[in-house]
Each structure stands twice: as structure tokens, then as C-alpha cells.
T-cell receptor, first 114, second 111 residues
Framework: ETGVTQSPTHLIKTRGQQVTLRCSSQ?????VSWYQQALGQGPQFIFQ???????GRGNFPPRFSGLQFPNYSSELNVNALLLGDSALYLC?????????????FGPGTRLTVL | SQQGEEDPQALSIQEGENATMNCSYKTSINNLQWYRQNSGRGLVHLILIRSNEREKHSGRLRVTLDTSKKSSSLLITASRAADTASYFCATDAYGNNRLAFGKGNQVVVIP
């Protein structure tokens, strides 16, 4: 157990819809990163938030957006869903109180787009 | 983008044997990390090796890093059935936790 939780566990949406995924970071962590993992592939970095500000972004279009809240929980929003957005979405938190650079991953949200 | 590339990508071994996985990467790094993933769920951090380190141990795990060859290896000694999982290497270019993962190694340990 890493102390990082994600909701929901599974989600089914149709093309064109919008989705919001949630992550609750481990206590004291002020940095959260989001990753997309397609089936059979390694995770790909989407973006990172530090103290409520976006702090770096991977090669993902603007329809992927995020928020980090004062309690360091966060959201990943995806608009205009495509079939290719079907994947496991992982969040990872790090910050004060952890070993340098160690990230703690949540169990993920599996998104299926039909 | 995917930076790490693990080799071999699938490994099946008997319990008690050692498992070795290799990872190559393309750009300079601050550190390299190995993760384990069970059944497509969350990733578990195994070990981190910094760019100025050559070898690191943690329990039954041994990681080596060769920055001149841009490669790393993960050795799991005396494997157990519970080690059955996918293993990923991930590079951190700037020490900012923005990781570039490889495609992963699937390891099956047969009891």
C-alpha cells in the first residue's frame, strides 16, 4: 500500500465524451504526476503538478488537462475522448518526507473508450 | 516518449533461479529507476540508481548502471513465485521525477 488512491477503478465512456479521473496523494506530498499506460506498453508521462501549478508536460494534446488542489489531491480531465485514449491512467506522488526522487504510484484507473 | 528499452521482454524461469533484465536508454540521465507491476495495476518502486553510481543492492535485487553504454541491468537472485510480474526501467533526465519508461519485461517464475 502506497497511500496513493485513485478513483474510479474502472470507467467506460464513449467517443467524444469527457472524463475526470481523481487521485489522492500520500500525506505530505506536494508533487503529483500523471501517466498513461496503454495495454502492453510502459507508462507515458502526461504532466506534473507542483503546489497547484503545472510543472511540466509530456507529449499530450491540450484536451488532457489537470488540476491540483490545496490538499494536494488532483484530477486528470480528458475531453473529446478517442478510442486511443483507452488505457490505464496512473498517478504518482512525491514530496517532503519521501526519499529523494521516489514516487509512489496509485493503483490506476482503467478507462475504456467505446 | 519511451526511452528505456528492456531486453529480454519475456522471461520464464524456475523458482530459485536468477533473473536478469537489461535496459538501454538514449539520452543522458540524472537517475534510473526500476519498477514492478503486478497484473496491470499500480507500479511499485524497487530501486533507484543515480548517474554517478555503478552498482546498487537492495535485498535480492542488484542493479548496475553503465552510463558510457547507456544501459542498466536488474538482477533478481533466488527468484520466488511472488516475483512474477512485469518489470520496467524508467529514466529521469533532470532529477524532477518526470519518468520515461521502457516497454517492460514480463517475468514468470515457475514454482
Amino acid at each position: 500500500e502506497t497511500g496513493v488512491t485513485q478513483s474510479p477503478t474502472h470507467l467506460i465512456k464513449t467517443r467524444g465524451q469527457q472524463v475526470t479521473l481523481r487521485c489522492s496523494s500520500q500525506s505530505g506530498h506536494n508533487t503529483v504526476s500523471w501517466y498513461q499506460q496503454a495495454l502492453g506498453q510502459g507508462p507515458q508521462f502526461i504532466f506534473q503538478y507542483y503546489r497547484e501549478e503545472e510543472n511540466g508536460r509530456g507529449n499530450f494534446p491540450p484536451r488532457f488537462s489537470g488540476l491540483q488542489f490545496p490538499n494536494y489531491s488532483s484530477e486528470l480531465n480528458v475531453n473529446a475522448l478517442l478510442l486511443g485514449d483507452s488505457a490505464l491512467y496512473l498517478c504518482a506522488s512525491s514530496g517532503e518526507g519521501t526519499s529523494p526522487y521516489t514516487q509512489y504510484f496509485g493503483p490506476g484507473t482503467r478507462l475504456t473508450v467505446l | 516518449s519511451q526511452q528505456g528499452e528492456e531486453d529480454p521482454q519475456a522471461l520464464s524461469i524456475q523458482e530459485g533461479e536468477n533473473a536478469t533484465m537489461n535496459c538501454s536508454y538514449k539520452t543522458s540521465i540524472n537517475n534510473l529507476q526500476w519498477y514492478r507491476q503486478n497484473s496491470g495495476r499500480g507500479l511499485v518502486h524497487l530501486i533507484l540508481i543515480r548517474s554517478n553510481e555503478r552498482e546498487k543492492h537492495s535485498g535480492r535485487l542488484r542493479v548496475t548502471l553503465d552510463t558510457s553504454k547507456k544501459s542498466s541491468s536488474l538482477l533478481i537472485t533466488a527468484s520466488r513465485a511472488a516475483d512474477t510480474a512485469s518489470y520496467f526501467c524508467a529514466t529521469d533526465a533532470y532529477g524532477n521525477n518526470r519518468l520515461a519508461f521502457g516497454k517492460g519485461n514480463q517475468v514468470v517464475v515457475i514454482p
